[in-house]
């Protein structure tokens, strides 16, 4: 167990404070959940039903180019150390994962600090819940981040990579329209889009009566759980490939 948890542990903390020492970083992480909120969320009227979309296009974005860091280390040689040393894959993959997710998942926290300017008010119980649910869609969307950042070789194709598939995912997740609001297959593809069942779960504990039509807070909670599984283990046999690859 030891052998499996310290490197977790080392990971995480090595995440997070790599992140503390850059301080440009640091004003960013800080500043552009209130810069994002002041300039987009003020072009919408209904601000209590777009807050939930405001709230995971931030964590999705923040979890998913903090893993923008696996491809330095590979540049720096920190990757290949962990690939011959005798860890477990799933441990690294764990330890990287949680480490970006926790500075999703703060940023988060933060941004939903702006929820009382919408209207959105929460009890103490139901602001644990939504505060849960940020943290797994932030591991699911770290996790997704790892997968694609482990076959990059440059960080301009991560870029490149993930606006392509980020910004579709959000537009098509519920954020700005419903599916019900939506025609033919725009509405097929809000359907299995994993992104609309994150978002459907905040929008049923922040804003209730803007989650009309969406799917249950239990189904939400469900599919984007078995997301983060799903990723977390497709990242774990890709470390894992890569690595008997690179000693044969």
């Known amino acids: ?15 997070l404070l790599r992140f503390w020492r850059e301080k440009a970083r640091v004003l960013g992480f800080v500043g552009s959940p209130l810069v994002f909120w002041m300039i987009l ?6 601000l209590a039903f777009f ?6 296009l931030t964590v999705m974005f923040s979890a998913v180019f903090s893993t923008m860091s696996l491809i330095e280390d590979r540049r720096e040689g920190f990757l290949l150390s962990m690939l011959v040393s005798p860890a477990p894959r799933v441990s690294m993959v ?21 929820g009382p300017l919408t209207g959105v008010w929460l009890s103490p119980a139901v602001l644990l819940q939504a505060v849960g649910v940020v943290f797994l869609i932030s591991l699911t969307f770290t996790a997704m981040g790892f997968l694609i950042a482990w076959h990059m070789e440059s960080s ?4 490149a990579v993930m606006n392509l598939v980020l910004f579709p995912l959000w537009m098509l997740s519920g954020s700005l329209f419903t599916a019900g609001q939506a025609h033919g297959w725009v509405r097929a593809v809000m359907r299995v889009n994993p992104l609309a069942y994150a ?30 599984a799903a990723l977390l283990a497709a990242s774990s046999l890709t470390a894992g490939r890569r690595q008997r690859a690179s000693a044969a």
């Open 41 to 46: 969320g003020s072009g919408f009227g209904n």
């Open 51 to 56: 807050f939930p979309g405001a709230l995971t």
């Open 1 to 15: 167990m030891r052998q499996f948890w310290l490197p977790v542990a080392t990971l995480w903390q090595r995440e």
């Open 94 to 114: 764990l330890g990287k994962t949680l480490g970006s997710a926790t500075l999703a998942w703060v940023q988060g926290i933060i941004f939903m600090g702006f």
């Open 156 to 159: 301009q194709g991560f870029h």
């Open 199 to 228: 978002q459907a779960s905040l929008q049923h504990l922040l804003n209730p009566g803007g989650a009309a039509g969406m799917p249950g807070l239990r189904m939400s909670l469900t599919v984007t759980a078995l997301c983060a």
